[in-house]
């Protein structure tokens, strides 16, 4: 093993980023060192559009050895949203081979200290994004993503969400000093002296399940967390959408082996088809951390049954958006218009349930009844997505013939206010491509209220289709809020009202439930969209996840600190 | 209600000390504001020793109304160790009434802010102080810790534990500001501009199920983290010690009232005999938080069974000191003598199995044999003890008929080396005194290496036994800590070692098993005292407890963010 990065040149290189990281996530302020915009890549080693597209094209077809142990044999199948087969071949782990063999570069990792792993994880941050081009076909084949939402999201948020967790992870890493003098008085006696020292131990080996829909958004920060705190991690990616976490995995275990660690640390564990890998890793011994992003059902069944490790979930909820009065009707009805259309609303932030009162709202436009802001919002939509290629840039393709699913059966629950339509991508033309359906709901109290209650927009209906909720009165609105979130979790909501008191009651009811809470969106910011270093996204404290990205309890756990005493 | 305590006053008057504590953990520095000398107290309206005593024996025989709502009649028969009947009788919760009424203060203390929760639990913990005399009886005659110890361990000592908990509370609150400013630049266009607020939420009413050796010094991490993060407190102590813990409940109802909040934030549950309270209450829904001290079975099951809550256990585990080789054979004899014999050995920080290579160890007094060195030590602990007065005044009593039954047992489990004997004491003749007892045990590698070994010593014999271990190597020692440590869990380690490679074999075991380690400690150091500010206590990391007092880890999860966004 050549030692080609020393730790002392990446914490040089590294350290100016991390200390604004650090100060970003105690000022909240925006902030991040991964650009947004296509094209400012392509200089300082970066690929260009061009170079990110060949990359991903010479992909197509190929087997990726990342030279991992224990490989019993190769699997992969993805196909993409977009209708093109990736034919890439995966490693397929021996895991009774594959995870001692991880193990292996921990005390070396762990030795190594917060700062000198910090650093080598903001070089495979900093490799990665160098290949934001390449990663945004990756993340656009694997998940259905249009190629600029797969390319922010995909790449610089994701990519500042792992750095966010790495800053995290940092900070309380280093709140203990490594060593400390302690000397206690004791009267005319001599005093009582011991040379402390502390080092934050990794757990053992953390496990990532990746989801379809986001896996480097989602898996990124569990997968910094883990590793900065000195464990091991090993990456399950969504049969449907390994691609990009395999890369990462390549980038990880490159610079790992580059800076003279175990490039072991970091590995895939690629599963066959119908093969159940993630419940057969998830109660390995030898598993201490797992991340997961998905349904609620394997959600439950992992914080039920992987007892032997901490378990991060992010499961599924249902987000609302109570709609009160506005001074910003069309601003409104295009911030909704847009966060419904957004990825086919294949977001685990985007709303569900619109609550109107029955009998209307107030608007700088007049007056409005329940059937008028529905019809505007229907409307609003419709004339987002009337052109064909601004609608295949925003809706992007149904990720899987689940959500098709769903939505062809939308229909049946309601009055439909806006039906889906079909629309053909100009350059896929297998792709699958959807405008969101809204289906009309009676909010009556005895709809939903009640342990027996069932209306359909009491469950989650992921994908495009959303309900407009006619509620009886704003307080029933902030009341079925409340039921919504007490039982099915909610990474976000929202609300419009210019009433100080209705924004009261529902900034308390957010509060009371643990939500977070966006009040009145009417430009460039939706509600499914969060920043990282400033927006927390989800709470932790509802039944839609477990934790929050990010803060320190989804840090602090992942690491103990061992104490060693001696007499002075 | 008159607010008596301004929160202004209370911050004013305790951030001082606040920031002393922050700045302690910070440094590990050896601090304190709680004088762990009796004469310290008695000015500056703390009771002298006299007017404690005083104080603890007007409440035998008595009722201590709380003025709970939810109350259905009253329960208490504890006895102490030394002999006396307390008499005092608890009020017996109504849960379906008490619950809800400690919710209804939670949105006025969670908006009071984390700097005034702070201030009140540090006014909370200042009145406790006062009363430290009064408190030392009660522990001592609940726990049947002697008097000196009661008075440091359950007094200064525990208000140091509870007021490290609300120091890591409050910095992990303020980690994130209350309000932030976030403007996105949009290159030409103007900036996306949010005012975003971020509050500090309480999980739900918090449960310490309290123990019967330490309840306050184990009670007040759990209690007070739980409080200064704006959760209720309801508090179910063992049983046998419910007295230190119903008059802090007294105190943190009083000082709550005063200061303009519900009362009822923190309760009392008392139980029947052999009612079973605690696996009720760990299973209701309003519970969010547990914190609980005792045996592995029950703190499994909690582990298992009270799913909707965090639960932060300490269990039992298996203490181990390896005796390879020392500078100083006297000092390492009568630091071991006292470590043993504290207490009747009844900490979970105890040493139970001492390991010694059969070919004996090298001292600065000369080459040991196994069997010298175990007689040295026999011989120590008899010295320690000879004298009555100080053998009562360091082992205390047992604590309850369980652990004299082990003691009882325990020459059946080996060739005794130092026979456990019954010492009068002089002030309470209906008290159990004991000294140790120390059995042989044969540690060759056959005894423990495999899964169906059973060697006594592989388990928790939690009392006053302990094991001298013959092990054929120190390599051998370290494997049979690491074997003990991974499967039963350990709060401490200790070593004796001269060998730079010795100590780094241990050291190393000890960062991978997750082990709080003490080397060659031969003066008033003792291996199972930990110092609040400095020593973390447990690791969280193996199965002797699921938490470490007290780390940000102990706290995080206590509270959750809820962020709040709004154009600016």
Redesign the interface.
Known sequence: MTVALSTAQLIEKHRPTLDQALDA??????WSPHPEHPKAYGEGGSLAAHEGQAAFDALRGTRLDLGQPGTDGWTGDEVSPFGIELGVEYPHPDVDALLPAMRAG??AW?DAGPEARAAVCLEILARISARTHEFAHAVMHTTGQAFMMAFQAGGPHAQDRGLEAVAYAFA?QT???GA???????GKRPP?E?R?S??A?P?GVSLLIGCNTFPTWNGYPGLFASLATGNPVLVKPHPRAVLPLALTVKIAREVLDEAGFDPNLVALAAERPEEGLAKTLATRDEIRIIDYTGSTVFGDWL??NA?QAQVYTEKAGVNTVIVHSTDDYQGMLGNLAFSLSLYSGQMCTTPQNLLIPRDGITTDAGDKTYDEVVADLAAAVDSLLGDEARATALLGAIVNPQVGGRLDMAPELGEVALASRAVTHPDFPGATVRTPVIVKQDGARKQWDGTDADAPYLAECFGPVSFTVAVDSVEDAVALLRRTVRDRGAMTVGAYTTSDEVERLV??A???E????????????YVNQT?AF???HG???NPAANA?LC???FV??RF????????A
């Open positions: 996530i105690r000022t909240r302020a925006y921990m005390p762990r309380e709140r203990t000093p400390a003098d302690w000397s206690k008085p004791q009582l011991l402390k502390f080092t131990v757990r914080e039920a007892r900034e308390e957010c509060l009371e643990c939500a977070q809470l966006s009040l009145n969106l009417t430009g460039g910011v920043a400033s927006d927390f709470s932790g404290g929050a803060d320190a309890a602090a756990n103990r600190m061992v104490e060693v005493r001696r007499p």
